[in-house]
């Protein structure tokens, strides 16, 4: 089984800076696309950024293009996701998800997810 596990949460002021890590193990994390959602209260969970299995190639919702960086280690089984410039709706948890399909938007494609870190970016 797939365990991820995520860290790096935190409380932060707006236009401040997080990064959140994701550490993967139990199967070989190469062959996984890896991404990140997050989720507030009575709101479904929503995509943010994702990476393929060689880290070349990135996808990220609009509202965090140019402020959120998505980046994997495959050698240390690691993704992480960059978080600057944050805004205070950027508030939610983070949780970070593995996937072996293809439409990496998709919360429904995923087969693995961790349990959450909160973050919260205060005004």
């Known amino acids: 089984q797939v365990q991820l596990v995520e860290s790096g949460g935190g409380l932060v002021q707006a236009g401040g800076s997080l990064r959140l890590s994701c550490a993967f193990s139990?199967?070989?994390?190469?062959?996984?696309?890896m991404g990140w959602f997050r989720q507030v209260p009575g709101k479904e969970r929503e995509f943010v950024s994702a990476?393929?299995?060689?880290?070349?190639?990135?996808y990220y919702t609009d509202s965090v293009k140019g402020r959120f960086t998505i980046s994997r280690d495959n050698a240390k089984n690691t993704v992480a996701l960059q978080m600057n410039s944050l805004k205070p709706e950027d508030t939610a948890v983070y949780y970070c998800?593995?996937?072996?399909?293809?439409?990496?938007?998709?919360?429904?494609?995923?087969?693995?997810w961790g349990q959450g870190t909160q973050v919260t970016v205060s005004s």
């Open positions: 998800a593995a996937t072996r399909r293809y439409y990496y938007r998709a919360i429904t494609e995923y087969d693995f």
């Open positions: 139990g199967r070989t994390f190469s062959i996984y696309a």
């Open positions: 990476i393929d299995w060689s880290g070349g190639n990135t």
